[in-house]
């Protein structure tokens, strides 16, 4: 969103000259509004509209031939790996249509047939492009070519692939160790190309290969390596179809990762009781209509979550104290019924500490 006067622009800010401000290059890109807005809550994920949806861009962006291979392909066997979310697979029972609207947005992005040549660039100056927004940027397509910017040049230049391999392999054996560089990916990188990005920076000497998931997720994976020795989930996609009681926490699997409302939707058929922790009305945690299913086009759908808990933000802190308080009383009022204490004395430390303070805590200043 655009916070600035009329006479405040990016392009020529009150206090910059018009021309100085056409050849400032700018570190940081101006916020653009895009047609952000309010409407109505959503009561439920998916459906007709999500299809409408996903066709739409993937045919705009590819074309109808291409998007449709494109589709057919994602998460198959032989296919490709959805650049969306890193969702499981299922071993059987995988059917034709195994992608969500992020997988076809993603897709869509990726196959872009817009094209950012030289000739763009040639149009554009670094000053002028530095003050586009990231927005516009993406929008103006794919790279067909190496671009270079030189010491003292106004644009970026195409170079042959042989002069940047050679200029980017001059700079890595330049350094004293290959630990002086890091290689970053995107999580919109596919997995293929990101396993053959890691064999490249391997074979240099160096394992400096942060992602998004490493950057967003290094604290949380540490905590669980100190907890139960694995720093990720230790559950597999089957598993969701054999719980009797799910609970979702902080998650909006709608927003993040649909391909998750079929598991849920799988569990709760089997009887799974679904519990739902978040500040947000989740959409896709209250009803799914499963667009591969004629109900979920044009009935109700499935509804999911069994409880909604809609705690205060950093609340769930307080929710998971709380929590564990009231299985200590059960425990206290049925000793043996709401704890496995042989594994806790075999597997776990610290027990002793945590429920003592957890028995002082008092319900009122929780809440």
């Not at 240099?204 to 998004?212: A, I, K, M, Q, V």
């Not at 719980?243 to 649909?258: E, F, K, W």
């Not at 500040?279 to 069994?306: I, S, Y």
Request: proline share 6%; net charge neutral; charged share 20%.
């Amino acid at each position: 969103m655009d916070n600035s006067s009329p006479h405040d622009s990016p392009q020529s800010p009150a206090n910059i000259p018009a021309e100085a401000a056409r050849n400032e290059v700018r570190a940081q890109p101006p916020e653009e509004f895009t047609g952000l807005r309010t409407t109505a809550k959503k009561k439920a994920a998916a459906g007709v509209a999500s299809v409408v949806s996903s066709i739409t861009r993937v045919w705009r962006e590819m074309g109808i031939s291409r998007g449709l291979r494109g589709l057919l392909a994602l998460n198959q066997p032989g296919g490709i790996d959805c650049m969306s979310c890193a969702w499981a697979d299922r071993d059987q029972g995988r059917g034709r249509v195994e992608f969500c609207e992020n997988g076809a947005k993603a897709l869509a992005w990726e196959g872009d047939a817009d094209r950012a040549g030289p000739e763009f660039f040639a149009r554009h100056s670094l000053a002028e492009l530095s003050q586009r927004s990231d927005y516009w940027l993406g929008q103006q397509g794919r790279l067909t070519h190496p671009m270079v910017l030189r010491h003292g040049d106004t644009h970026y230049q195409p170079i042959p692939w042989e002069e940047a391999f050679r200029l980017i392999a001059g700079e890595l054996q330049g350094l004293a160790s290959p630990d002086e560089a890091i290689f970053y990916t995107s999580g919109r990188t596919s997995n293929e190309a990101a396993f053959l990005y890691q064999l490249f920076v391997r074979q240099l000497g160096t394992n400096n290969l942060p992602d998004c998931s490493n950057m967003c997720h290094e604290s949380s994976g540490a905590a669980l390596a100190m907890a139960i020795g694995e720093g990720k989930g230790t559950v597999t996609l089957n598993d969701f179809d054999r719980a009797q009681v799910i609970l979702i926490v902080g998650q909006n699997p709608g927003t993040n990762h649909p391909r998750m409302l079929l598991a849920l939707q799988r569990a709760k058929r089997n009887g799974c009781k679904i519990i739902a922790v978040n500040p947000l009305p989740e959409a896709g945690l209250m009803r799914f209509k499963n667009p591969q299913e004629v109900l979920g086009l044009v009935g109700p759908g499935t509804a999911l979550a069994d409880l909604f808990l809609q705690v205060r933000i950093n609340g769930d802190s307080a929710l998971l104290k709380g929590l564990m308080k009231a299985v200590l009383e059960e425990e206290a009022r049925r000793p043996g019924a709401a704890l496995d204490l042989d594994f806790i004395r075999e597997q776990t430390t610290g027990f002793d500490a945590l429920a003592a303070v957890l028995r002082n805590l008092q319900w009122p200043a929780m809440i």
